[in-house]
Structure formats: structure tokens, C-alpha cells
């Protein structure tokens, strides 16, 4: 397997994922500033452009990062980041599935649309106007997990640190709870810290 890999938060979270279940496979960087992820090499694996893509050892690719951290825990399933049970998995997967539609997607867009659109309005399409909406919905759903916290949980699956805590952090959402929880641990007392600190080298 190869991991292409760039700046931004969604190969963060794969890095996150990878480095709690101790997974080591080849990287190749992507310059997203240099537009390589919209050039026709990279487009082969990805049509969609996006960053990260995962190629498998079939020679196909996956993209989306809920898709590749799934593969990657059915190939390693331990230690589990998304759930040893049915049960677990499935709360996981419905925590993930919140974060991502209610607070990262929201809020990225957010920011795509608003300071970096100098950045982002030759590449995708762009609504400046919606900016300041999507941001105040964003900040609306943290309000609501930060409530939904309060019952004393450690992390958002209450004592296991998981796929949907990742993808919160890996936003850059340090009101939350979880958020806080995470970072308040020692730099070297877990794998995905230093992963996400060290970027895509």
C-alpha cells in the first residue's frame, strides 16, 4: 500500500489513524499548493481531486477518509479505533457521521469560502456569501456536543478515543471537550499527537 499524502486536516486524520494502530506504509506528498492533487497524475487516483487517496495493493485507490480508515482497521483490527463490537462500531460510525456533517464539513467550507478563497476559487466551486452561515452552524454544533459532554464522558464514545475524535481534532476545534482532553495529554504519550504535529514528511 502507498499513502498520498498532503497539508489539511482530512490526511491529518488518516496520519492520526495510522499512528494509533502503529501502521507503517509508504508515503508520497502531494503539493496541494502547487495544484498537484487537480493535475491529471494524481486525478487518475482520485477524479474528485481530493487529498488523502490510499492506494491499495490491488493497484485500485480509495479515497474519502471514513472509507480508508475503515480498510485500514478491517486490515488491522487492533488496537481498535472504530469498535470491537457491533455495538461499538456502530456508535463510532454515528458520532463520525455527526462531527463530519454537522461541525468539519461546515466549518472548512466555512474557511474555504471565506479567508482562503483567494486560495480555493480557481480550484472548487465557491460560495463567499454563505461563509458567514456556515460558520455559525458549525459554532451551534460544538455548542451542542460540548452540552452533550457534560454527562462526564472522556471522549466523544465516552471511554474509548476513537475515528470521531480524530476527525474533531483534526479540524483544528480545540472548544470541545474532547478536543481539550486530547491535547491536554503529555506530547509523546500518544502516536497521533505526534502525527498530526509533524505533518506530511
Given at each position: 500500500m502507498k499513502l498520498y499524502d498532503s497539508i489539511g486536516p482530512n490526511p491529518r486524520i488518516v496520519r492520526m489513524f495510522m499512528a494509533e494502530k502503529g501502521i507503517e506504509i509508504p508515503k508520497q506528498a502531494v503539493d496541494l499548493r502547487k495544484g498537484e492533487n487537480r493535475e491529471t497524475e494524481h486525478l487518475k487516483r482520485n477524479p474528485h481531486g481530493q487529498m488523502p487517496a490510499l492506494e491499495l495493493d490491488c493497484g485500485n485507490y480509495l479515497s474519502e477518509i471514513t472509507a480508508i480508515c475503515e480498510y485500514l482497521e478491517e486490515k488491522h483490527p487492533s488496537p481498535a479505533m472504530i469498535g470491537t463490537t457491533p455495538e461499538e462500531r456502530a456508535e463510532c460510525r454515528m458520532w463520525t457521521r455527526r462531527v463530519d456533517l454537522n461541525i468539519a464539513e461546515p466549518l472548512a467550507n466555512g474557511y474555504r469560502f471565506g479567508e482562503a478563497l483567494k486560495f480555493f476559487e480557481k480550484r472548487i466551486p465557491v460560495a463567499p456569501e454563505a461563509s458567514p452561515g456556515l460558520k455559525m452552524i458549525a459554532a451551534n454544533r460544538i455548542k451542542w456536543l460540548n452540552d452533550q459532554m457534560a454527562d462526564g464522558r472522556d471522549y466523544i464514545c465516552g471511554k474509548r478515543f476513537?475515528?470521531?475524535?480524530?476527525?474533531?481534532?483534526?479540524?483544528?476545534?480545540?472548544?470541545?471537550?474532547?478536543?481539550?482532553?486530547?491535547?491536554?495529554?503529555?506530547?509523546?504519550?500518544?502516536?497521533?499527537?505526534?502525527?498530526?504535529?509533524?505533518?506530511?514528511?
Amino acid at each position: 500500500m502507498k499513502l498520498y499524502d498532503s497539508i489539511g486536516p482530512n490526511p491529518r486524520i488518516v496520519r492520526m489513524f495510522m499512528a494509533e494502530k502503529g501502521i507503517e506504509i509508504p508515503k508520497q506528498a502531494v503539493d496541494l499548493r502547487k495544484g498537484e492533487n487537480r493535475e491529471t497524475e494524481h486525478l487518475k487516483r482520485n477524479p474528485h481531486g481530493q487529498m488523502p487517496a490510499l492506494e491499495l495493493d490491488c493497484g485500485n485507490y480509495l479515497s474519502e477518509i471514513t472509507a480508508i480508515c475503515e480498510y485500514l482497521e478491517e486490515k488491522h483490527p487492533s488496537p481498535a479505533m472504530i469498535g470491537t463490537t457491533p455495538e461499538e462500531r456502530a456508535e463510532c460510525r454515528m458520532w463520525t457521521r455527526r462531527v463530519d456533517l454537522n461541525i468539519a464539513e461546515p466549518l472548512a467550507n466555512g474557511y474555504r469560502f471565506g479567508e482562503a478563497l483567494k486560495f480555493f476559487e480557481k480550484r472548487i466551486p465557491v460560495a463567499p456569501e454563505a461563509s458567514p452561515g456556515l460558520k455559525m452552524i458549525a459554532a451551534n454544533r460544538i455548542k451542542w456536543l460540548n452540552d452533550q459532554m457534560a454527562d462526564g464522558r472522556d471522549y466523544i464514545c465516552g471511554k474509548r478515543f476513537t475515528l470521531a475524535d480524530m476527525l474533531l481534532i483534526a479540524g483544528s476545534i480545540s472548544a470541545t471537550r474532547s478536543a481539550s482532553r486530547w491535547t491536554s495529554r503529555t506530547p509523546t504519550s500518544s502516536p497521533g499527537s505526534t502525527a498530526s504535529a509533524r505533518g506530511h514528511r
